[in-house]
């Protein structure tokens, strides 16, 4: 057993201790067993956990990067408050098109609502958003006294889709479902399929696909966009980031789905497989070499002369004019070491950015990324599915008479699956080096131990533990929000993140965190020679 892990969780109560040790994991590559990490489990209460809840899923995370949609968080003020802005999904607004980003809508739940029901309060909330916005969406999602209180809000949502000849679909995403986020992800994946995807029928271009899992935070996915137009695709939708449910309709329509974050959107890309045909591809722009490589397979898909010859002829270009500006930063960087806490996907992410500038990964962990995310996809038949994610609806499609296709043969898939990550994801752990740790769901104790015995030079993580991390002397970099810095994706994304770390790194204030009469003899004198004295 290792000696590190033992000190931490020595101190919990036996049950904790129990509980704990499954979701920590010291990577062996040795053992004769695949390694497993608990996850996608309640969590312990009272540890001060990092986790959010299933509305955030639904409403923060997949949905509210649509800028067209108007979304009504139905229930008391906070959750909408708090979810609004707060994450930087960007959008730009073309030509006249709704924005509705810098908004949030909320039915502001009073008592007399929960003791009387909020459901006329709701279908106010829709009148008065058609009558203002005119928009040609409306998003409903519950919080949690919705669920409690028995509001109908799927038959609000019908009558008021009737009504105003609008698409208008309900969300029931209470907070309390599920364990963390995830769960919320998943009932807005199964929203979209069965109300969204599937209903436009926009032509297409060549090399036709859709960005799937990219949520634009401070940018990404514009320079993603930029990287994959200079090539030559065709981004029929991008889901969510910068996205319109006016172009998710016609998603369905695409050659291939392109996935970044796969905990988020595994749903969709796997009921699109099934309803539409469509396979999908993991892939990762986080971090030069991952972009390249995505790129190439992407390339390989499509496998078309013309686009290998231009995929290679961008990466070559584009490089030339990185490299050169990446060097001064690599040097602050290289030798250093990190520990990486992120919600579903970063984390892993991340470690191909930070190798590229010479930094190793030494700790990495998931808020609520289920056992696949770490170990990969192999390992979702042994999945037992328990108590507290059966309330998560799981949908099953089928073939779609009007528009499901064959896009390849079943010899040419079978050879690419083999040189491809095609409807596969093989998860963090394999990544990581022998002796890294591995932890799930990191709470507050855990955090601040293991930067103590670990001393990463850098820890990437959120706004709940950044400080916490910068009063213990580590560098923090926020991997959800960027520190209200990036883009960090692609090409141009690496040198910013690389300069954003280095910059970090070399902030002279981490020389001056212990003051000198901590550190050196403070006080000076000198003895003089007095006439007579002794
Ligand atoms: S847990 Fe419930 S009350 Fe809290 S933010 Fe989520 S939906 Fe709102």
Not at 323 to 348: D, I, N, W, Y
């Amino acid at each position: 057993m290792n000696q590190n892990f033992d000190k931490v969780i020595e101190k919990y109560p036996a049950a904790v201790f129990k509980n704990r040790k499954k979701h920590i994991v010291v990577k062996d590559e040795t053992s004769a067993e695949p390694q497993e990490v608990a996850s996608n489990v309640r969590t312990i209460p009272g540890i001060i956990t990092n986790r959010g809840c299933c509305y955030a899923g639904c409403k923060g995370v997949v949905l509210g990067p649509l800028r067209d949609a108007v979304i009504i968080t139905h229930g008391p003020i906070g959750c909408g408050y708090y979810t609004w802005g707060t994450r930087r999904n960007k959008g730009r607004t073309k030509d006249d098109e709704l924005n509705l980003l810098a908004y949030s809508f909320s039915t502001d739940l009073q008592e007399s609502d929960i003791v009387f029901g909020g459901e006329k309060k709701l279908v106010q909330a829709i009148k008065e958003a058609v009558e203002i916005f005119k928009p040609k969406t409306i998003f409903i999602c519950s919080t949690c006294p919705v669920g409690l209180i028995g509001d109908d809000i799927h038959a609000v949502a019908a009558k008021a889709e009737k009504e105003y000849g609008i698409k208008v679909t309900a969300f029931s995403c209470e907070g309390y479902k599920g364990v963390s986020q995830s769960g919320g992800h998943h009932i807005a994946n199964n929203g979209l399929i069965k109300h969204i995807i599937g209903t436009g029928d926009k032509v297409v271009g060549k090399y036709s696909i859709n960005m799937l899992g990219e949520y634009n935070i401070g940018g990404d996915g514009w320079e993603i966009e930029r990287i994959l137009k200079k090539i030559g695709y065709d981004i029929v939708a991008t889901i969510p980031g910068n996205g319109t449910v006016e172009e998710m309709k016609s998603a369905h329509m695409a050659t291939l789905n392109v996935i970044q974050c796969h905990r988020s959107i595994n749903y969709i890309g796997e009921m699109m497989k099934t309803k539409y045909g469509q396979d999908w591809l993991k892939v990762n722009f986080i971090g030069i070499n991952s972009t390249i490589k995505s790129l190439r397979d992407l390339a390989k898909y499509f496998d078309d002369p013309e686009l290998t010859a231009r995929t290679e002829a961008v990466i070559a270009e584009e490089l030339e004019e990185i490299m050169p500006q990446l060097e001064e930063f690599k040097e602050v960087c290289k030798g250093k070491t990190a520990a990486l806490f992120v919600g579903g996907s970063r984390a892993h992410h991340y470690q191909h950015l930070l190798k590229d500038i010479g930094v190793e990964t030494i700790l990495a962990g998931y808020e609520f990324a289920h056992r696949d995310d770490y170990e990969g996809r192999e390992v979702i038949p042994n999945i037992k599915e328990d108590g507290d994610s059966k309330n998560i609806e799981s949908i099953e499609v089928e073939a779609d008479p009007k528009y499901y296709k064959v896009f390849l043969s079943e010899e040419r898939y079978e050879k690419l699956k083999d040189e491809i990550p095609l409807n596969y994801y093989s998860g963090m752990i394999k990544d990581m080096k022998n002796g890294s740790y591995i932890i799930d769901d990191l709470n507050h104790y855990e955090t601040e131990e293991f930067l103590n015995i670990l001393k990463p030079d850098i820890f990437c993580s959120g706004i709940k533990d950044k400080y916490v991390s910068h009063k213990a002397g580590v560098f923090s970099k926020q991997l959800h929000s960027y520190d209200y810095s990036g883009p960090y994706a692609g090409f141009k994304g690496a040198v910013i993140f690389a300069r954003d770390i280095a910059m970090g790194l070399k902030t002279p204030s981490w020389k001056l965190i212990n003051p000198p009469w901590k550190t050196q003899p403070m006080l000076e004198g000198s003895y003089a020679e007095i006439e007579g004295g002794t």
